[in-house]
């Protein structure tokens, strides 16, 4: 007998919907590049969300950030204060804040892999579209995709002219404004120009000194398309942006540890620090129940700067076409938070990165008869510099820093695709990846007159044959394609994604006795995953949906403990499915929503106690909903607007360990648009509001227990703004 709530959850798999927003062609068609290469949406057996430029403005999507509010299973993870960003897709994450990690869910901009975490929040402007890919993409995208990826396609020139300007203004200060302008220059070679800003002020309150929660971005890409032929065309891109803001602005909660060594919060009637009932082992307590104000006696600071230059060549030898890219890009963060988060010289952290990126990648792909086939070599070299300092001021330390990670990545890879009729389709792929990564790592104990108290802890390629690792190993896919209708697409894939090894650098000495313990092994996913695509008659819209099982060897799961931070191996594995579904019952009217269920759990987890549990994988709330209606009606010779969208999810915690203080409950983000656009499509003018109920809720929370506190690290509050916008012709 099946139970009302399997029954419950089946209607809304079947009934819900992931995609708010999708990429269009003027036939109406949605098109992607999921496989690289064009193909419509419901022909690919891959679970893909895609959203237009227009649509990423109409949802209000303006910057990278902003992402994870419109997509169902998507959350972005904002570490180190919000200037290191990772992507969570169907439960699969990484919350290490250490700069030299890379994430399993992979993030490109215009073909190219960002191996930096602290180079994937920016500003989205003169965008053609975004792809979020969920399950691996090893085969054609590479190494540390085993959750997916996100792709961020920017507007290429044109030879005709087109352009835009965008100006708007916000709560707290807010400015900002953006254009982009492209023609032809002659008959071969055109060009686009796209720049964007925005400021804001604090939204976190600092009763000592200058509010926090501040936003200065800039951003600029220069586009130059060049067609010495018809048949040849080479794409240079060179861009950059710089973020700059005050640091830190946590939400100070006192925490303890309990009795199984996990973090608790204390009521305001304990007193297990002996300083003052309910307060942190400085004495000091925030008890006004504002999640936007506290204490800072130290005003952090983040700035980070990016760099790159792309060139791409296209080039059609008939039936095959060859593809080039180039890459070249740099990296560098500074960045500082009052870790304590009050009033009370405690705990700073200061982190540096600089970084030097360099990839190449030659592809063929073509058709023979009833096969397409795919294939390239692709070479990857990422150098960073780091260095950290974490000064503990009543115990008299400073734990200072330094190495540098070098990683070298050289890969083959083949997909091919053959069609039995036009039913049955079968894809096969294979990618070898050879991998060679090394660690030079020094940390240095100080006191607080600045006196080097010695080497804690040394780990070099020189000294320890530990310090390097190289290793080969292979993603793959299998999938099968039949439709049994022109609208109706089943499929059923396996896939092998793979994410390498590598090192820990703690920022704080915690008494390691084996140099092996910083190395972790490389995690593999075995993702199973069978789904449909239905595209409703008289283009009613369209139903997706899949279900998948994720089996993990050797997941690397992330341990905070202190100022300690720690990646380790686990086994671990993923249950789940999810849905979308895309309507335009009548003229005028768009609905769209979003459903995905979780069942995401990690095995064997070393716990402080000295136990080993079972426990939930960190950013995998079990259900996450998507929903959005939007209606255009005329109004007298313009055409108007009004749309309302909103995001919910269940409760999920934010660290491997699953402690209380790492607990975020269940909520829902809703926002409003309302706009109008006039008659000959030259300029509209919309308003707006993020969050209209002003929900609480952290977007991480880092459990420093041991230290006497817990930090929150809170969404934003409800933000009002008006833009308009013109369009040159």
Same mark, same amino acid.
């Given at each position: 007998m099946i139970s009302n709530r399997i029954r419950a959850s089946i209607f809304l798999l079947l009934a819900g919907a992931a995609s708010p927003a999708f990429a269009q062609e003027d036939s109406g068609e949605i098109v992607v590049t999921a496989q690289r290469r064009a193909e419509r949406l419901q022909d690919i057996g891959v679970s893909v969300t895609a959203l237009s430029g227009d649509q990423l403005k109409q949802l209000g999507v303006m910057?990278?950030?902003?992402?994870?509010?419109?997509?169902?299973?998507?959350?972005?993870?904002?570490a180190n204060g919000g200037s290191t960003i990772y992507f969570s897709l169907r439960g699969v994450s990484q919350s290490d804040f250490g700069d030299q990690q890379e994430s399993p869910v992979a993030t490109y901009v215009d073909d190219v892999y960002l191996g930096q975490p602290a180079g994937a929040g920016f500003l989205l402007?003169?965008?053609?579209?975004?792809?979020?890919?969920? +399950?691996?993409? !090893?085969?054609?995208? #590479?190494?540390? &995709?085993? /959750?997916?990826?996100?792709?961020?396609?920017?507007?290429?020139?044109?030879?005709?002219?087109?352009?835009?300007?965008?100006?708007?203004? +916000?709560?707290? !200060?807010?400015?900002? #404004?953006?254009? &982009?302008? /492209?023609?032809?220059?002659?008959?071969?070679?055109?060009?686009?120009?796209?720049?964007?800003?925005k400021h804001h002020d604090g939204y976190i309150e600092n009763r000592l000194g200058k509010d926090l929660g501040n936003d200065n971005e800039l951003g600029g890409r220069l586009q130059l398309l060049i067609k010495p032929s018809p048949d040849l065309d080479v794409l240079l891109n060179v861009r950059g942006t710089r973020l700059e803001a005050r640091g830190g602005g946590y939400e100070h909660v006192t925490s303890t540890l309990g009795a199984d060594g996990l973090g608790r919060f204390i009521g305001l009637d304990e007193n297990p620090f002996g300083t003052c009932n309910g307060c942190d082992p400085v004495g000091y307590v925030d008890t006004d129940d504002d999640l936007y104000a506290g204490d800072y006696d130290y005003l952090g600071y983040t700035r980070v700067d990016t760099r790159?230059?792309?060139?791409?060549?296209?080039?059609?030898?008939?039936?095959?076409?060859?593809?080039s890219i180039t890459d070249y890009s740099h990296l560098t963060k500074r960045y500082s938070e009052d870790s304590d988060?009050?009033?009370?010289?405690?705990?700073?952290?200061?982190?540096?990165?600089?970084?030097?990126?360099?990839?190449?990648?030659?592809?063929?792909d073509g058709t023979a008869g009833q096969f397409r086939w795919n294939g390239g070599l692709y070479y990857l070299s990422l150098v960073g510099d780091y260095g950290s300092l974490?000064?503990?001021?009543?115990?008299?330390?400073?734990?200072?820093?330094?190495f540098k990670q070098k990683t070298r990545s050289f890969a083959a890879y083949g997909q091919v695709e053959y069609s039995f009729n036009d039913q049955l389709t079968a894809i096969g792929g294979f990618r070898w990846t050879e991998e060679r990564k090394s660690l030079d790592y020094v940390t240095t104990l100080f006191n607080n007159a600045g006196d080097d108290l010695g080497e804690l802890l040394a780990f070099n390629p020189d000294l320890y044959p530990e310090a390097r690792n190289n290793k080969g190993d292979w993603s793959a896919r299998a999938q099968l394609n039949y439709k049994p209708s022109s609208d109706l697409l089943l499929y059923a894939s396996w896939n092998r994604g793979l994410k390498s090894g590598g090192f820990n650098a703690p920022q704080v000495y915690s008494g390691i006795d084996d140099i092996s313990q910083l190395r972790f092994d490389s995690e593999v996913l075995n993702a199973y995953e069978g789904g449909s695509k239905w595209t409703l008659p008289n283009r009613l819209g369209h139903l997706n949906g899949a279900l998948f099982y994720y089996d993990y060897q050797n997941y690397q799961a992330f341990d905070f403990q202190g100022l300690t931070q720690f990646l380790f191996n686990a086994d671990a594995s993923i249950k789940g499915g999810e849905a979308e579904l895309f309507l335009t019952p009548v003229d005028?009217?768009?609905?769209?929503?979003?459903?995905?269920f979780l069942q995401a759990r990690a095995k064997n987890i070393p716990l402080p106690n000295g136990s080993f549990r079972t426990r939930k994988l960190p950013f995998a709330p079990q259900w996450s909903f998507s929903a959005m209606l939007r209606y255009e009606w005329k109004l007298g010779g313009a055409t108007a607007s009004a749309q309302v969208d909103a995001k919910y999810m269940s409760g999920h915690y934010f660290s491997i360990a699953n402690a209380s203080t790492t607990y975020q409950g269940k909520y829902v983000v809703p926002n409003a648009r309302i706009g109008l656009d006039f008659a000959d499509g030259s300029y509209s003018i919309a308003a707006f509001v993020k969050n209209f109920t002003g929900t609480k809720y952290s977007t991480i929370n880092y459990d420093l227990s041991s230290l006497g506190l817990t930090e929150r690290f809170m969404g934003r509050p409800r933000w009002f703004g008006v833009e308009v916008n013109y369009k040159i012709k």
């Open positions: 910057s990278s950030t902003d992402l994870g509010a419109q997509t169902s299973g998507l959350q972005v993870v904002p402007f003169d965008m053609e579209r975004v792809e979020v890919l969920r +399950g691996p993409q !090893g085969t054609l995208f #590479g190494r540390n &995709a085993t /959750g997916g990826l996100v792709h961020f396609i920017s507007k290429k020139p044109t030879f005709e002219p087109d352009g835009y300007l965008t100006a708007g203004v +916000g709560s707290y !200060g807010e400015y900002r #404004g953006e254009g &982009a302008f /492209g023609a032809g220059i002659g008959e071969q070679v055109a060009f686009r120009l796209s720049l964007a800003g790159a230059a792309t060139g791409k060549l296209e080039w059609s030898l008939g039936d095959v076409t060859l593809h988060s009050g009033p009370v010289d405690y705990i700073t952290s200061t982190t540096r990165s600089k970084v030097r990126q360099f990839s190449q990648e030659f592809r063929l974490a000064r503990l001021a009543p115990f008299d330390s400073q734990f200072l820093s330094d005028g009217l768009t609905a769209s929503g979003g459903v995905t």
